[in-house]
């Protein structure tokens, strides 16, 4: 895969700048430089304090929705051919129930094994910014392949359009899959359809997956976590023009409002610079408190979902530990 431009020629984004950018675009108002700010913690690796340091220095995306949306894409592609050269695996498009997909395969698969993930990408609801980034190194490092759905976007289409793609493509995969060879998992608002699907599934009368990742994300969108009002962000506001009519109080909106109790072991992952971190943590302490397996993990000085397109040890170990978690609760069978 590689993009070119107008003219034909090959026109690589750094990775620092993409994720300076990246980042400046889902969090304008966290990614402006306060007066006095300190710089990034010398805890980080050196690629990781260059990436952060970068904010700004990068090409500035768009600020329509259109040439978002294709700024992601270029992302996604570049970001996507650089992890591959660490992680080899194979992309292919498809469609499943009707629902356009990605199927990342890792070139070495697990033996023996016929378990498989279901993503749900990040993009501030309205974009793809994962679809590759997200699933290269997970499918490389389980030897699992992951179907990335591409779900209807907002604001062309409004809840429930999202869950009902996710849950077609779920019941598709249970017509060759037990739902104990199933993970799921998202970031960013791909982390906050996670829990839904759950909810959701739950109320179709459908098996719930092996395992849940929530990875940067919130249960909770009827109220905003003091790490997003600390970043002057509100994320409840955000996300509510999206569920419409349905009230953010409202456990197939806001699961960790609802009853937790059988949820699948779940991993929680953000970091101290994420403006979700309070709201992944509460998610993680809800299920503690319904007697449900969880793991939080925080990283260190680090933005939002920040594995997804920064190129640094620390989104190495991220991916690993997600793998660890994720595939130790898959039940494997021959094929």
């Not at 070119?4 to 750094?14: E, I, N, V």
């Not at 109790?261 to 929680?268: E, I, Q, R, S």
């Not at 397996?293 to 991916?319: C, M, Q, R, T």
Request: hydrophobic share 40%.
């Amino acid at each position: 895969m590689t993009i070119k431009s107008a003219t034909g020629k090959t026109r690589p984004l750094a990775a620092t700048a993409i994720g300076a950018a990246l980042f400046a675009m889902l969090f304008a108002a966290a990614a402006q430089a306060q007066p006095g700010a300190p710089g990034p913690p010398m805890t980080l690796s050196p690629q990781a304090r260059e990436a952060l340091a970068a904010q700004g220095r990068g090409p500035q995306p768009p600020g329509d929705l259109a040439g978002r949306r294709a700024f992601l894409d270029r992302v996604q592609q570049e970001g996507g051919e650089r992890q591959r050269r660490t992680y080899p695996v194979e992309i292919k498009s498809a469609t499943i129930a009707g629902v356009p997909v990605r199927i990342i395969s890792p070139k070495r698969p697990a033996r023996r094994s016929h378990a498989i993930f279901l993503n749900l990408h990040g993009g501030g609801l309205n974009a793809d910014s994962g679809s590759l980034t997200e699933n290269i190194p997970i499918a490389a490092l389980t030897g699992t392949p992951v179907v990335a759905v591409l779900y209807r976007l907002a604001p062309e289409h409004l809840a429930p359009a999202a869950i009902d793609d996710a849950v077609a493509v779920y019941r598709d995969l249970l017509k060759t899959h037990k739902a104990a060879e199933i993970g799921v998992y998202g970031t960013s608002a791909g982390g906050i359809f996670g829990p839904q699907l759950i909810m959701r599934l739950r109320a179709d009368g459908l098996p719930t997956p092996a395992v849940l990742g929530m990875f940067a994300a919130d249960a909770d969108l009827s109220r905003t976590g003091a790490s997003a009002l600390a970043q002057r962000i509100d994320t409840a506001a955000m996300t509510r023009p999206y569920f419409g009519a349905t009230p953010a109080t409202s456990p197939a909106v806001s699961p960790l409002l609802g009853d937790l109790k059988g949820f699948p072991p779940t991993l929680c992952m953000t970091s101290t610079g994420d403006p979700y971190l309070s709201s992944t943590s509460n998610f993680c302490r809800g299920l503690d408190a319904a007697g449900v397996e969880n793991k939080l993990v925080v990283f260190d000085g680090l933005p939002h979902a920040f594995w997804a397109y920064i190129d640094a040890p620390e989104s190495d170990e991220a991916f690993k530990i997600m793998a660890r978690f994720l595939g130790s609760h898959l039940h494997r069978r021959p094929r």
